[in-house]
């Protein structure tokens, strides 16, 4: 099954509680992306957006955490409504397989970031324990970037040694230029849930978007 996971990134912050409801509607995840400036070299919101969000949503939360000291912040984001909390191995390192175990114990589905530049290699040890892995298809730290081609590659390695591990269960998560035109490769190359920003949130007719994003 594809699951697609509008990022609210791209949303409209004066009229959210529309875009919200046409997730509820149309897709079934709510990509929240959380940057901090120094991690990333950009500030998104924070705990009030997505408590607001929480209070409407009717779907997961999805929150993909770009920030320094994730493990200081985990229990927050579960109190604020997260399903799933994502972090970036880049920013917890040897503290991942710690801070995994964190956020599944406050029963949260956990996730492991990587951005384009660092091997996949790196999360393979990580990968028995957890509840899905999201790659990087752009830099993290804004909508709006073209898809990298060399994801497929990675995507492609990852679901292998998923698949590997037995762990066929374990969804590939893609972020970064998602859209109607590469949807369809990024899951023949082994993903399942398809985030998208400006794709959805600048188009006309959102719904028409995601529906074609499943393939
Ligand atoms: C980038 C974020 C993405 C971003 C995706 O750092 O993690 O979730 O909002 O936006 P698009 O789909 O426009 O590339
Ligand atoms: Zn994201």
């Not at 009229?15 to 997730?23: G, T």
């Not at 320094?68 to 994502?86: D, L, N, T």
């Amino acid at each position: 099954m594809i699951q697609i996971a509008p990022s609210l990134l791209s949303a409209n912050f004066l009229n959210l509680e529309k875009d919200v409801e046409m997730v509820n509607r149309y897709a079934d995840l709510f990509h929240l992306d959380i940057m901090d400036g120094t991690f990333v070299p950009n500030i998104s919101f924070g705990f009030p957006v997505v408590e607001a969000i929480a209070a409407k949503a009717t779907k997961p939360l999805d929150v993909h955490l770009m920030i320094v000291h994730p493990e200081k912040y985990v229990e927050r984001f579960a109190k604020a409504g997260a399903g799933m909390i994502s972090f970036h191995y880049e920013a917890a390192l040897e503290g991942s397989a710690a801070l995994i175990e964190t956020i599944r114990g406050l029963g949260v589905r956990a996730g492991i970031v990587i951005n384009p530049d660092c091997p996949v290699q790196a999360i393979f040890p990580y990968l028995p324990q957890v509840d899905f892995v999201l790659l990087m298809s752009v830099f993290a730290g804004f909508g709006g970037q073209k898809f990298i081609p060399e994801t497929l590659e990675r995507i492609r390695a990852v679901r292998w040694e998923l698949d590997r591990l037995g762990r066929q269960d374990v969804p590939i998560e893609v972020d970064g230029g998602i859209g109607p035109g590469n949807a369809g490769e990024v899951v023949a190359a082994g993903a399942s849930i398809l985030v998208a920003g400006s794709a959805v949130f600048k188009a006309e007719h959102p719904r028409e978007v995601i529906e074609k994003m499943r393939v």
